[in-house]
């Protein structure tokens, strides 16, 4: 998901620092120190407009998140929500997910959440797609032992390319649907996400998993 550039968004950035790092190089280990409290730490990985981090933060006070993104627009449209709530269990950070080994210390983060990524379909682009190996190891290295993946998606293409790649690097599945909005058994504590509310009214099944090294 593109955004149009916000005017706006580079000011509100810097006068709202002690809310969203722009400086993430060497915070591997420390991140609990943002947050008012020391509690289990979660992440989203590309986190979009931020409906569903906000959301999570909000229903779940006895947790700590991160929404990272790398697009300037996007995470100045969460930090917007993020003045108005001063949710204190909620710090955003602007960055590049590639290397998360440089922004985390080892088994830092209990949870992970990877919501509609891009599905990069073209076969010379696989290595882009946040369920490919090289990110898989990254995410085995930053959760702690007993830290797990959610995973949700449209498209059928990648949840089925990430089923295989999750399951080549030896994961294990814990919970598992093809169309998530109509599993009552998973469906009922699902938060959605902006593209997620838009594109299931449109009649597109949502995949889902949960999955754990």
């Keep these: ?97 590639s290397e998360l080994s440089d922004l985390f210390a080892e088994g830092e983060i209990k949870g992970l959440y990877l919501n509609f990524s891009d599905p990069w379909p073209k076969t010379r682009h696989v290595k882009r797609r946040l369920t490919y190996k090289s990110f898989l190891k990254q995410y085995k290295y930053v959760l702690e032992d007993e830290g797990n993946i959610e995973f ?28 998530l909005h109509n599993d009552e058994s998973l469906n009922e504590s699902n938060i959605q996400t902006e593209y997620e509310e838009k594109f299931s009214k449109k009649g597109f099944r949502i995949n889902y998993l949960k999955a754990s090294f």
């Design 1 to 97: 998901m593109r955004l149009r550039n916000k005017p706006w968004a580079k000011e509100m950035i810097n006068d709202n620092l002690d809310l969203i790092s722009i400086q993430p190089e060497n915070m591997q280990g420390k991140w609990q120190a943002r947050f008012e409290k020391k509690q289990p730490l979660f992440l989203e990985l590309g986190s979009g407009k931020g409906a569903f981090i906000t959301e999570l933060a909000r229903q779940n006070p006895q947790n700590n998140y991160i929404a990272m993104e790398v697009q300037e627009g996007a995470i100045a449209l969460i930090l917007k929500k993020q003045v108005e709530n001063k949710l204190p269990n909620l710090q955003l950070l602007l960055a590049n997910g």
């Design 152 to 179: 949700k998606t449209d498209n059928q293409g990648l949840f089925e390319y990430s089923l295989v790649s999750m399951n080549n690097f030896g994961m294990k599945f814990e919970e598992l649907s093809l169309d």
